[in-house]
């Protein structure tokens, strides 16, 4: 197969996290989440944020200035320290979704496991990368410019299907703001995506145990306690 042609990512300002452990970990005794050993195709390479800054290339063709948003992708560390089951959760764009499991299938088997009661185990992680044009432009600030046209349609006209489109947007640029993923599945609810609504609601659950990030259900708009999958919402945070 012939390969895609490659562009250097150097008009973005791009930021590599790396988040921890399968959340139910954090239920036994000392655990440890995976650890990347520095090493990739056989030479010292840094932090798994450097490598990935150094070695994601945009794909030919991408809009560098309207590319905005956090791509995370999760897989699994066996106790071995390989690497499988890529799954993409919050995408930008397909292909750029490949570069980034490509550049991780690099460091196949130069991670230290995750451990359980000082045993390595198999675990899964979280890398998660920010494309942005540039340095000023505050990811957060946008994301919450839509929350809240989110909520003036969902809250206030009532149009679950106009404010779904900004809870999108919002959760593009940040998928650990639990709250964005709350009203985003509560849209999903109102017009009848239960399965989505529910996978929205346990990806904040899965975050929260994590220790990713945190969430109180009363910090949500009161509103929102009107709406249909609000109880499914709270028994899902429980």
């Known amino acids: 197969m012939k390969k895609t042609a490659r562009t250097t990512y150097a008009l973005f300002f791009i930021v590599a996290l790396s988040f921890g452990s399968l959340a139910m970990a954090l239920e036994t005794a000392n655990p440890g989440p995976p650890e990347f050993s520095g090493i990739a195709m056989g030479k010292q390479v840094g932090s798994i944020t450097s490598f990935l800054q150094k070695n994601v290339r945009l794909p030919e063709g991408?809009?560098?200035?309207?590319?905005?948003?956090?791509?995370?992708?999760?897989?699994?560390?066996?106790?071995?320290?390989?690497?499988?089951?890529?799954?993409?959760?919050?995408s930008l764009l397909p292909a750029l979704d490949n570069e980034i499991i490509e550049a991780l299938k690099q460091t196949n088997g130069n991670w230290?496991?995750?451990?359980q009661n000082g045993k390595a185990v198999s675990m899964k992680h979280e890398?998660?990368?920010?494309?942005?044009?540039?340095?000023?432009?505050?990811?957060?600030?946008?994301?919450?410019?839509?929350?809240?046209?989110?909520?003036e349609k969902l809250l206030g006209d009532h149009d679950a299907d106009?404010?779904?489109?900004q809870y999108e947007k919002a959760v593009t640029l940040l998928p650990y703001e639990c709250s964005f993923l709350a009203y985003r599945g509560l849209s999903k609810y109102e017009l009848g995506d239960t399965q989505g609504g529910?996978?929205?609601f346990k990806r904040i659950a899965y975050i929260m145990k994590s220790g990713m990030a945190a969430f109180v259900l009363e910090s949500l708009d009161p509103q929102a306690k009107s709406l249909k999958g609000y109880q499914a919402l709270a028994s899902a945070l429980k």
Do not use: C, H, R
């Open 62 to 90: 991408t809009d560098a200035f309207g590319l905005m948003g956090t791509a995370v992708v999760e897989f699994t560390v066996s106790a071995s320290g390989e690497i499988s089951n890529f799954n993409v959760i919050n």
């Open 162 to 165: 106009k404010a779904l489109k």
């Open 198 to 200: 529910t996978e929205d």
């Open 127 to 151: 890398v998660s990368l920010v494309f942005k044009p540039n340095q000023n432009f505050d990811l957060t600030k946008i994301a919450t410019n839509y929350t809240t046209k989110g909520n």
């Open 112 to 115: 230290k496991p995750g451990t």
